[in-house]
């Protein structure tokens, strides 16, 4: 419980820094005759996102699976020019796409059946809400079927004894 605490303090506090640094960021990606953002290969995200747009939303994403850039990108270290974010070698970045596509369409769904309430007022599923800082969700154990000893209790005697 401590650790989804932290996790989920983490995670308020990205989105919290990202939501600050996209509202300071000058719109249109920067200043006029600026290069173009050092962003390539958006496939799901929108291809006019600037790198400091892009950045909260990787965090949140490390926060939520526990990982770091290297988990998903060709990354050797902070600021190195080996890295290379484009790169499509990593079977968890092509991973990371469709599940970006499933929540989005979950999302969506969710919203067009709950028309009790504004859509801003339903909880979003989020990388966070299956895997909880693991880069694999760990599922609970499955309940016990009705009539089935607890867990951890002695077995039954044979029939008959």
């Not at 499933?102 to 999302?107: C, F, G, P």
Request: proline residues 13%; aromatic residues 4%; glycine residues 10%.
């Amino acid at each position: 419980m401590m650790r989804f605490t932290r996790v989920t303090l983490v995670v308020g506090v990205v989105i919290l820094t990202g939501t600050i640094a996209a509202a300071q960021a000058p719109a249109g990606g920067g200043q006029r005759g600026a290069p173009p953002p050092e962003t390539t290969n958006l496939q799901v995200l929108p291809k006019t996102m600037t790198t400091a747009q892009i950045l909260p939303i990787m965090r949140n994403f490390a926060a939520a699976l526990g990982t770091n850039c290297g988990y998903c990108h060709v990354w050797t270290g902070p600021g190195l020019p080996t890295n290379d974010y484009a790169a499509d070698t990593k079977p968890a970045k092509l991973v990371a796409r469709v599940m970006m596509q499933m929540t989005t369409e979950a999302n969506e769904k969710i919203a067009a059946g709950i028309k009790s309430k504004p859509a801003s007022e339903l909880t979003r599923v989020q990388c966070m809400t299956c895997h909880r800082g693991a880069a694999i969700p760990v599922l609970p154990p499955p309940a016990p079927a009705p009539g089935a000893a607890p867990a951890g209790a002695p077995p039954a005697p044979p029939a008959g004894r």
